[in-house]
């Protein structure tokens, strides 16, 4: 049997306004842009896919599931400009076919620069997540699906994740199928007795959803629920799991209602059960790995992600200007944690904002067709704009922990 396993990333940044050398006001957030940007993804995508799904789940019967990663801040924009995507994503939960996926609140490279930053981040996303939605996640996805053999142990030794998902990067699977469940090297003498199981991304499929589907220029073009369903099928045989993980976004935003993806959509859970009867459903992630043993291990040793050709964080640390902007910003963590405990109220706040992963990929200098992605996404002009334009206001925080005497290095400790 193949199981579908569906999972959505749903995220939106608090983009930065200008700011320029200049300003001197702890106002860094353009929330006109913000609010506009949310309300016309909420109408393209976020109503419409969710309004979908719930329709999808009511006419299964229960048998078609999804699983969800909702970033802090996108929950944050939500509650304040679009309560009833909130009230949406209840529904969903209710039904007991929609999981939703931990993660980092703020979207966030924490892990890399801090480890009491990660964990904290975690902690604060699953209170938002219990808080909102009344569940405690299962299953993690760090941002961007960045994985590593040392993230997988970081995670287990949390307690509270039965599994992670990452990407199936074929350098690290070696020509074997993302299509099973692994674990990482710690666990190789045992697989099965693992605390911590691995959801690999298919790309290949995932990707023909969610970058190729519009595509004119494809051999598949136009790609028909029957055809994709197809596919899955002859999983069996080579694994148990297809893991679909892709932006929430590509319904109706990446992918627009006129290329037929809500069609699409509506048409591929009929197809997936009728393609084999008996063989072939869907699951969440956290009820994927209780369905099949752990196969064997999938070897990390550097941090991959799901972004690009490289499928590495070149997307957001490829670059001096990325690598000097992060580690800045990771500099000020004691001194802002400091200053909000002497009673700043905003600046942690400010700060975490500022370690959404968003604000590095905007600098991204990458050419070619990941380029063209790149450029898709930012609000600046050029990279060169961006990192400008985050160190302004990064310098603007420094200044804020250095006004407090209290809070520096004293001579001679």
Known sequence: MASVCFYFQVHQPYRLRRYSVFSQDPFYFDNDANRSICEKVADKCYRPTTAKLLDLIQRHE??????????????EQWQAWCPDLVEMMQKLVETGACEIIGETSHHSLAFLYSRDEFQDQVRLHESQIMKLFGVKPKVF???????SN???EAVAD??????????GVERY?????PNYVYVSPKWASDPAAAPLKLLLKNYQLSDDIAFRFSNREWSEWPLKAERFAGWVDQINGDGYLCNLFMDYETFGEHQWADSGIFDFLDLLPEKIFDVNPGKNDFATTSEAIK????VGVYDVPEVTSWADTERDLSAWLGNEMQQNAATELFKLEELVKAQHQAGDTHILEDWRKLTTSD?????????WSDGDVHKYFSPYDSPYDAYINFMNVLDNVRTRVNANESLQPQAGS
């Open 62 to 75: 229960g048998r078609f599931r999804v699983s969800f990663s909702l970033s802090g801040v996108v929950l």
């Open 141 to 147: 996805r760090n941002t961007e699906l960045t994985f």
């Open 150 to 152: 040392e993230l997988a």
């Open 158 to 167: 949390l307690g509270t994740y039965e599994a992670m998902l990452c990407e």
């Open 173 to 177: 699977l070696d020509y074997r199928s």
């Open 291 to 294: 369905r099949a043993e752990p």
């Open 359 to 367: 604000h590095l990929y905007y600098m991204c200098t990458k050419y």
